[in-house]
């Protein structure tokens, strides 16, 4: 089992950072409904703390009505209310090019994982073989703007490596490999940063992010990709406009910076 760094100079109590790591997971999946949490003595190895401190980080989960005791008293994830929204291709088209016209990307972690939680139950042969998972952190003029991590199926992942995701967009090298966006899934709320992604944006603990879970699909209906989005608000806004009975466009724009700003 991997190790976390946690330290009290990150400015954030040592509880309540491992409370935003597990957040982070429940909320993005990678621990799904109904799965077993690691026990307390796990935790304490992972995060190198003692147990009263995982304790208090199970609290605030239990809390915040994330967890819940299941058979033989093992922590379990309850299932989390929420209903993506359906987007017009038109406006993730528009995000996109705006985010990479706009800001720099830079790779941070590139590999092959097994896919879990929603990225299991809907990318295209997820369940067959290991996903191409990328992180990358996308900055405007040296200053990070978001973190965003994507899931894609093998058969795509594998005709593209971490240089050309470094220079080309998503977008663009999912459609070399002939799957080209049609339209896509999308749930927007808000999170707190836990150690690795503030470390990396450049943002104390625990600051506020906002959080978007995107699902896109290709022109054959097939799930090719699964991204989490996380932004500092202060960075970026975004604004939407809504038709009658549809979204017509989000947008994602950065805020100018003060040397901009008249």
């Known amino acids: 089992m991997d190790r976390i760094a946690v330290r009290r100079e990150l400015g954030s109590p040592l509880h309540h950072q491992i409370y935003l790591v597990l957040a982070d997971g429940i909320s993005t999946g990678r621990y799904g409904v109904g799965e077993v949490l690691p026990t307390e003595e796990q935790l304490t190895r992972m995060f190198s703390v003692s147990r009263i401190t995982v304790r208090r980080a199970m609290e605030s989960l239990n809390d915040a009505g994330l967890i819940e005791r299941g058979a033989g008293r093992r922590t379990v994830v309850r299932a989390q209310l929420g209903r993506p929204m359906r987007m017009t291709m038109n406006s993730v088209i528009e995000n996109i090019v705006a985010y990479g016209s706009e800001t720099d990307a830079r ?109 896109m699909f290709d022109q054959k209906g097939r799930a090719v990709e699964y991204i989490e989005m996380l932004a500092v608000p202060d960075r970026m806004t975004m604004r939407m406009e809504l038709g009658s009975g549809h979204i017509a466009s989000a947008k994602a724009k950065r805020k100018p910076s003060r040397t901009n700003r008249k």
């Open 107 to 215: 790779v941070v972690e590139f590999g092959y994982v097994e896919a879990r939680g929603v990225v299991l139950d809907r990318l295209w042969q997820a369940a067959e073989k290991p996903v191409q998972r990328a992180v990358r952190v996308r900055s405007h003029e040296g200053v990070p703007i978001m973190h965003l991590t994507s899931y894609v199926p093998s058969a795509l992942g594998e005709t593209f490596t971490a240089d050309d995701l470094n220079r080309i967009p998503m977008f663009q090298l999912l459609a070399r490999a002939g799957a080209h966006l049609a339209r896509g899934d999308q749930v927007v709320s808000a999170t707190l940063a836990d150690p690795t992604v503030a470390s990396r944006l450049a943002v104390k603990v625990g600051a506020a992010l906002i959080d978007m879970r995107r699902m």
